[in-house]
């Protein structure tokens, strides 16, 4: 489990907050998400960035691949 860099308190999905980083602020953590919530109608799920198809599966052994 994470916790903040100023503090012990857990850090859990629901106070994660996305990437972010500027000249006057703290680096924030990424957002967790469950594979679970992402892939509600099977074991895989595609991904659009910038033109580009990815394929995001669980396998048997419940590892992530993502291939291109």
Known sequence: ??????STEPVTPARTNAVCQSNNAKP????????????RCGEEIWIENEGQIYRLRRTRQGKLILTK
Do not use: G, H, S, V
């Not at 489990?1 to 100023?6: E, F, K």
């Not at 924030?28 to 892939?39: M, T």
């Open 1 to 6: 489990m994470m916790t903040t860099p100023d």
């Open 28 to 39: 924030r953590f990424p957002k967790i998400i469950e594979f679970n919530d992402l892939c």
